[in-house]
Antibody, heavy 116, light 110 residues
């Protein structure tokens, strides 16, 4: 059974860099797209970006220039970096695997709060 | 404002059927597959439908997806109180070169 788990700091100051890691178990990461999605409190889902297992990336154009997704297949992890955060980046961040066009499974999510 | 448009809320009685719509454009739903997700508050979304109308293992056939032109629909029949959740549609948008979600629909089972 495939399991994903997000980890990283839960509190950031404005202008700092958000760094999250998604640890994957039950999958060798030798295929699939590995995706980040976020959800501001009380709001809908926002697609952040994905990384293909070979390293190709796609990002939400609204975040382009601030976002980077990387993968470490031997460690079975992929990571999200978002620079120059503001209070608008406060959200629950989820990692997920894309399988046949759908995102499954998902991690449980991690709340990141940006506050001065 | 979400690229895919969903009604904010729908409701129906237990045992009844509800339809949730997702309206897009030729650059997303009209071009690519649609997925649907169920999110119970406080938990991660769960995949219900992929490739417009396919169900992952373990998803009952009470959940059915379809598409027509630039719109998608999720039908839920035999409503149960456990179906109360938010439902989101999602597709790839080739103009934005990005995944896009609908704003979500809150289902209330009266």
């Amino acid at each position: 059974q495939v399991h994903l788990q997000e980890s990283g700091p839960g509190l950031l100051r404005p202008s700092e860099t958000l760094s999250l890691t998604c640890s994957v178990s039950g999958d060798s990461m030798n295929t699939h797209y590995w995706t980040w999605v976020r959800q501001p409190p009380g709001k809908g889902l926002e697609w952040i970006g994905y990384i293909y297992y070979l390293g190709d990336t796609k990002y939400n154009p609204s975040l382009r220039g601030r976002v980077n997704i990387s993968i470490d297949r031997p460690r079975r992890q992929f990571s999200l970096r978002l620079t120059s955060v503001t209070t608008s980046d406060t959200a629950v961040y989820f990692c997920a695997r894309e399988d046949s066009g759908g995102l499954t499974p998902w991690g449980q999510g991690v709340l990141v709060t940006v506050s001065s | 404002q979400s690229v895919l448009t969903q009604p904010p809320s729908v409701s129906a009685a237990p045992g009844q059927k509800v339809t949730i719509s997702c309206s897009g454009s030729t650059s997303n739903i009209g071009y690519n597959f649609v997925s649907w997700y169920q999110q119970i508050p406080g938990t991660a979304p769960k995949l219900l439908i992929y490739e417009n109308n396919k169900r992952p293992a373990g998803i009952p056939d009470r959940f059915a997806g379809s598409t027509s032109d630039t719109s998608a629909t999720l039908d839920i029949t035999g409503l149960q109180t456990g179906d109360e959740a938010h439902y989101f549609c999602e597709a790839w948008d080739y103009t934005l070169n990005s995944g896009v979600f609908g704003g979500g629909t809150r289902l209330t089972v009266l």
